[in-house]
Nanobody
């Protein structure tokens, strides 16, 4: 599975960004997709994830009510999105798209996209 992110950038606090991730390859094997982030000097954090059919979503507490994860399927491609509203400086991080093809965890990672939120 190959993952390609887009949509990062710089925004002022209170603004919005939408991240996109296109999955290709063995997408029929994907059971869940999500977004991790890593800020400088901090541990990697699972921000949000969603099941392949979109039935179940989960968010880390700090983004609940501000971020929305969605998933779409077109033929053999899957796309996952992260709509981020009311952004805060503490949301600044590199955001990674991830995919799981079994129940052993997120074994497929994108290259990451930078999000910078200025105060």
């Amino acid at each position: 599975v190959h993952l390609a992110e887009s949509g990062g950038g710089s925004v002022q606090a209170g603004g919005s960004l939408k991240l996109s991730c296109a999955a290709s390859g063995s997408t029929l094997d994907i059971v869940a997709m999500g977004w991790f982030r890593q800020a400088p000097g901090k541990e990697r954090e699972l921000v949000a994830h969603i099941t392949s059919n979109g039935d179940l979503t989960q968010y880390t507490n700090s983004v609940k009510g501000r971020f929305t994860i969605t998933i779409s399927s077109e033929s053999v491609k899957k796309n996952v999105y992260l709509e981020m509203n009311s952004l805060k400086p503490e949301d600044t991080a590199v955001y990674y798209c991830v995919a799981a093809t079994d129940n052993s965890g997120y074994g497929h990672w994108g290259q990451g996209t930078q999000v910078i939120v200025s105060s």
